[in-house]
């Protein structure tokens, strides 16, 4: 695609409950990474795919989140029992080897109410 | 954890004036990028500094890389309205592995 895309734009939910985020990256792009900015803040890195290499899951800050890759594709960002803190916006990025310029979709509002 | 401060957190000013923008660590990084973001959007690559030292120019942006590369600034000469938004630092760690590192990131408004 032209660009990096991420679904939902917004999402509203119940502390408690499972949210699960996607990110298209553009096409060709090797690496994916996934970020959280809290309101007015700068960026917390999450975790990055390159190719099959096993991800970076070093920013995950609990094991309610989870994330997937298939192949060079989309990928997923899962928060399970969610918690009033986790509202942020997730953005994802995707370049073409990890060392290249980073492309970053929109960002999917989360609020947990 | 945060390595990366940028300072001012904040910065308002009027159309036409100059300004620099802080972004400081106790890290060595072996390249540093500057990014600018705007409301709804992620943020877009403005440059990438990689040598002790450097000074880069994108029209009135000047960036330059600390000599240690553990810290960088970005001045803006004659600021205009279209310079609003949210600047922010991204120290990259090469060893084994990739790392960003974002700031903590500067909001700059410029009244028109």
């Known amino acids: 695609g032209a660009g990096v895309s991420q679904s939902p734009s917004n999402k509203v939910t119940e502390k408690g409950k499972d949210v699960e985020l996607r990110c298209d990256p553009i096409?060709?792009?090797?690496?994916l990474y996934w970020y959280r900015q809290r309101l007015g803040q700068g960026l917390e890195f999450l975790i990055y795919?390159?190719?099959?290499?096993?991800?970076?899951k070093s920013g995950l800050p609990s094991d309610r989140f989870s994330a997937e890759r298939t192949g060079e594709s989309v990928s997923t960002l899962t928060i399970q029992r969610t918690q009033q803190e986790d509202s942020a916006v997730y953005l994802c990025a995707s370049s073409s080897t990890v060392a290249e310029t980073q492309y970053f979709g929109p960002g999917t509002r989360l609020l947990v109410l | 954890t945060q390595l990366l401060e940028q300072s001012p957190q904040f910065l308002s000013i009027q159309e036409g004036e100059n300004l620099t923008v802080y972004c400081n660590s106790s890290s060595v990084f072996s390249s540093l990028q500057w990014y600018r973001q705007e409301p709804g959007e992620g943020p877009v690559l403005l440059v990438t500094v990689v040598t002790g030292g450097e000074v880069k120019k994108l029209k009135r942006l000047t960036f330059q890389f600390g000599d240690a590369r553990k810290d960088s600034s970005l001045h803006i000469t004659a600021a205009q309205p279209g310079d609003t938004g949210l600047y922010l630092c991204a120290g990259i760690k090469a060893s084994g592995t990739y790392k960003y590192i974002f700031g903590t990131g500067t909001r700059l408004k410029v009244l028109a």
């Open positions: 096409s060709g792009h090797t690496a």
């Open positions: 795919f390159q190719g099959n290499s096993a991800p970076d």
